[in-house]
């Protein structure tokens, strides 16, 4: 089963893909794909209307995150390609929510401070229920599974010596293009990670190759920190980036970054100069 989001006549609407068919929610239901999992679940979306999705702008999947916990140097050949020791264990920052945007919608790169912009394909995880705190989450406390592209400006990642604000921007961090629920998706490790600028494959690994598996990653972010329905935790990215490269190649104006993951979809997002929107 997948959730997905979209919007008709101005506003947020839900929607279950199940056997291909996608189910419109009505317009009294919730903007939360958790409650719509469980819709999907209990088989209510069954009686829903049909809906073409490709007529139809696609939102990022999760409205909002009160958290979004992410995960750096979480694959050996990244970190190898970053001149980074590999950690001993997981290196986490945090990404502002307003960072959020959909899997198709333009990346805006405040260029007037940032110009080494750069992009990086994840799995992402979205917490179902409240976990963590004494108890440390497991894989059952995952509801659901997505697509991330967590977008780094980097030299003010490194020019503040701390990752937040640089990969915090709005519109930093793509989502999408849809939620993927673990029984469709199996286990998080054995899927096939790329990312590609301009049709060029840039990106490409397993995520049975991160440093840090999922349940690990599950059990360090939550040990002592509560996690909420809702929570969005990045994974980590391979190796390929384009500022780890020599010469290095950072986005420019109009450039098209298609980062996926297998099982479940890929996200299309044209990156744009914020001064060229207002020329």
Same mark, same amino acid.
């Not at 317009?27 to 999705?53: F, K, M, N, Q, Y």
């Not at 001149?83 to 959020?100: H, V």
């Not at 701390?162 to 519109?171: I, L």
């Not at 600028?197 to 990106?203: A, I, K, S, Y």
């Given at each position: 089963?997948?959730?997905?989001?979209?919007?008709?006549?101005?506003?947020?609407?839900?929607?279950?893909?199940?056997?291909?068919?996608?189910?419109?929610?009505?317009?009294?239901?919730?903007?939360?794909?958790?409650?719509?999992?469980?819709?999907?679940?209990?088989?209510?979306?069954?009686?829903?209307?049909?809906?073409?999705?490709?007529?139809?702008?696609?939102?990022?999947?999760?409205?909002?995150?009160?958290?979004? #916990?992410?995960?750096?140097?979480?694959?050996?050949?990244?970190?190898?390609?970053?001149?980074?020791?590999?950690?001993?264990?997981?290196?986490?920052?945090?990404?502002?929510?307003?960072?959020?945007?959909?899997?198709?919608?333009?990346?805006? #790169?405040?260029?007037?401070? $940032?110009?080494?912009?750069?992009?990086?394909?994840?799995?992402?995880?979205?917490?179902?229920?409240?976990?963590?705190?004494?108890? &440390?989450?497991?894989?059952?406390?995952?509801?659901?599974?997505?697509?991330?592209?967590?977008?780094?400006?980097?030299?003010?990642?490194?020019?503040?010596?701390?990752?937040?604000?640089?990969?915090?921007?709005?519109?930093?961090?793509?989502?999408?293009?849809? @939620?993927?629920?673990?029984?469709?998706?199996?286990?998080?490790?054995?899927?096939?990670?790329?990312?590609?600028?301009?049709?060029?494959?840039?990106? %490409?690994?397993?995520? $049975?190759?991160?440093?840090?598996?999922?349940?690990?990653?599950? $059990?360090?972010?939550?040990?002592?920190?509560?996690?909420?329905?809702?929570? @969005? #935790?990045?994974?980590?990215?391979?190796?390929?980036?384009?500022?780890?490269?020599? &010469?290095?190649?950072?986005?420019?104006?109009?450039?098209?970054? %298609?980062?996926?993951?297998?099982?479940?979809?890929?996200?299309?997002?044209?990156?744009?100069?914020?001064?060229?929107?207002?020329?």
């Amino acid at each position: 089963m997948r959730i997905a989001r979209t919007l008709i006549d101005g506003r947020p609407r839900i929607v279950v893909i199940d056997a291909d068919a996608a189910h419109l929610a009505p317009v009294e239901h919730a903007d939360d794909a958790l409650v719509a999992i469980a819709s999907g679940r209990s088989g209510e979306h069954s009686t829903w209307p049909l809906i073409d999705l490709d007529a139809y702008e696609l939102l990022a999947p999760v409205a909002t995150a009160g958290k979004i #916990i992410a995960v750096g140097l979480n694959y050996v050949d990244h970190t190898a390609e970053t001149g980074f020791a590999q950690p001993e264990r997981p290196l986490t920052f945090a990404k502002y929510t307003t960072s959020l945007t959909g899997p198709y919608s333009d990346v805006v #790169i405040p260029d007037h401070i $940032a110009q080494g912009v750069d992009f990086e394909a994840e799995l992402a995880l979205v917490i179902g229920r409240r976990c963590g705190g004494d108890t &440390p989450a497991t894989l059952d406390d995952v509801a659901a599974y997505t697509v991330a592209n967590d977008v780094s400006a980097r030299d003010v990642q490194f020019g503040d010596v701390q990752w937040t604000r640089g990969k915090s921007f709005d519109t930093f961090t793509p989502l999408g293009p849809w @939620l993927v629920t673990p029984e469709e998706f199996g286990e998080p490790g054995g899927h096939r990670i790329h990312a590609s600028v301009d049709g060029e494959l840039l990106q %490409e690994d397993d995520t $049975a190759e991160m440093i840090f598996d999922v349940p690990t990653i599950l $059990a360090f972010v939550s040990d002592g920190v509560t996690l909420e329905p809702g929570d @969005l #935790i990045l994974t980590g990215t391979p190796a390929g980036a384009g500022g780890f490269r020599t &010469p290095p190649r950072y986005l420019q104006h109009e450039q098209v970054v %298609e980062a996926g993951v297998e099982g479940i979809g890929v996200l299309r997002n044209r990156f744009v100069h914020r001064s060229r929107l207002s020329a």
